[in-house]
């Protein structure tokens, strides 16, 4: 998988997606900024994730922005998405690449190098380490430090994503330390002081 360093941000989704959503959507991927956007629903009904799904795909290929599914190898092959994203405790990595074929497959593992090495020999898309920094977005259940990516970067060249309570404070160190992407969701899409455009612009 190509890394191209200006486009470091991974975007998650909101909880909730208004109507006002789609316009703001398109306005931050236009920034160039973004490699990756990943729909992350998880109260919606299927039907309601289709057609959702259905227009954000076409937001995301307007700018050449890779659309993934979370949890949901079938959801993303519904939607022909680029790919998708696991959980440790989704489906094992060699049944989603039955479903998803060649797609992209990016997998958690949270704090831990074992995951990571079982993960790189399934020979996945990306790896995500996190949380760096406390989250408004989930519960924190697993703490990754600094150190986890330079460890990771001497046994594997797999794309690394950091994920947890990323901002404009914090974000320059995990780039530094060799983090390749940033997924990022609550400081674009709840962000107190910025509107998600403003917000972005702060990651340079």
């Known amino acids: ?47 309601n994730k289709i057609k959702i799904g259905e227009k954000i795909k076409n937001i995301c290929k307007k700018n050449k922005v890779k659309f993934i599914i979370n949890d949901n190898p079938s959801l993303a092959i519904k939607l022909n998405a680029d790919g998708c994203h696991l959980g440790q405790k989704d489906m094992p990595i060699k049944d989603a690449k039955k479903i998803l074929g060649e797609k992209i497959i990016g997998i958690t593992c949270h704090n ?53 309570g990323i901002n404009s404070q914090n974000y320059k160190n995990l780039l530094l330390n ?4 940033l997924a990022i969701s609550s400081y674009i899409w709840k962000n107190k002081k910025y509107k998600p455009l403003q917000a972005i612009k702060k990651l340079k």
């Open 112 to 164: 831990s190098l074992n995951l990571a090495r079982k993960a790189v020999k399934h020979e996945v898309s990306y790896i995500a380490f996190g949380a760096f920094y406390s989250s408004k977005t989930k519960k924190t259940k697993y703490v990754a430090t600094i150190k986890i990516l330079n460890k990771v970067k001497k046994f594997t060249k797999t794309p690394v994503v950091a994920i947890g």
């Open 1 to 47: 998988m190509k890394i191209n360093k200006k486009k470091f941000i991974y975007l998650i989704s909101p909880n909730k997606i208004p109507n006002t959503f789609y316009k703001n959507l398109n306005l931050v991927l236009k920034t160039g900024k973004v490699s990756f956007f990943q729909l992350r629903l998880k109260n919606y009904s299927q039907i």
């Open 178 to 181: 060799k983090a390749n992407f």
